[in-house]
Antibody, heavy 116, light 107 residues
Framework: EVQLEDSGGGLVRPGGSLRLSCAASGFTFNTYWMSWVRQVPGKGLEWVAN????????HYVDSVKGRFTISRDNAKNSLYLQMNSLRAEDTAIYYC?????????WGKGTTVIVSS | DIQMIQSPSTLSASVGDRVTITCRAS??????LAWYQQKPGTAPKLLIYQASNLAVGVPSRFSGSGSGTQFTLTISSLQPEDSATYYC?????????FGQGTTLEIK
């Protein structure tokens, strides 16, 4: 079964850091672009970042550029999102998703709360 | 960035009705558009990609069409399990953007 399991969310103070992880299974991870999408509870979806199969290309939404870093470890079938200098407006459910264009498989999401 | 505006924002319809949701883009592009369904407390589910291609396992009552600046998602015969919020997403150019969502309620 194709699955994505995202983890690593939690409560963090403004200016703090957090690293999200996404464990993939059931498909050949190193042949797919991967993405992160976030959603403020009760609000809409926002694309955050994506990354090419081999890590050679990455793209970010403007609001996280310079603060967030997407990475992957194909040997571990894992995707990551390093989030630094966190702000209250980064509070959201973060989903990892398969593919870098449309997203055909989604994790269940991990919640990040940025608050003092 | 390309802005995506969905209409209507909310919709109430009866079982068996034909329902159409529209997504308008601030710039014209070819078919790089997807539709998702999201039910409360769950992750989005892909319905349509490349404007009109049905995702694996999605019932055939869902269909998509359009190009340029106007795209539509149609449910040909509404079922009770279709109660959800629907989002369009453009992946024509970065940053990818979603519509604000259309909440569909079953009467």
């Amino acid at each position: 079964e194709v699955q994505l399991e995202d983890s690593g969310g939690g409560l963090v103070r403004p200016g703090g850091s957090l690293r999200l992880s996404c464990a993939a299974s059931g498909f050949t991870f190193n042949t797919y672009w991967m993405s992160w999408v976030r959603q403020v509870p009760g609000k809409g979806l926002e694309w955050v970042a994506n990354m090419k199969e081999d890590g050679s290309e990455k793209h970010y939404v403007d609001s996280v550029k310079g603060r967030f870093t997407i990475s992957r470890d194909n040997a571990k079938n894992s995707l990551y999102l390093q989030m630094n200098s966190l702000r209250a407006e980064d509070t959201a459910i973060y989903y990892c998703a398969r593919r870098g264009s449309y997203m055909d498989v989604w994790g269940k999401g991990t919640t990040v709360i940025v608050s003092s | 960035d390309i802005q995506m505006i969905q209409s209507p924002s909310t919709l109430s319809a009866s079982v068996g009705d034909r329902v159409t949701i529209t997504c308008r883009a601030s710039q014209s592009f070819n078919s790089w558009l997807a539709w998702y369904q999201q039910k409360p407390g769950t992750a989005p589910k892909l319905l349509i990609y490349q404007a009109s291609n049905l995702a694996v396992g999605v019932p055939s009552r869902f269909s998509g069409s359009g190009s340029g600046t106007q795209f539509t998602l149609t449910i040909s015969s509404l079922q009770p399990e279709d109660s959800a919020t629907y989002y369009c997403q453009q992946y024509n150019s970065y940053s990818y953007t979603f519509g604000q969502g259309t909440t569909l309620e079953i009467k």
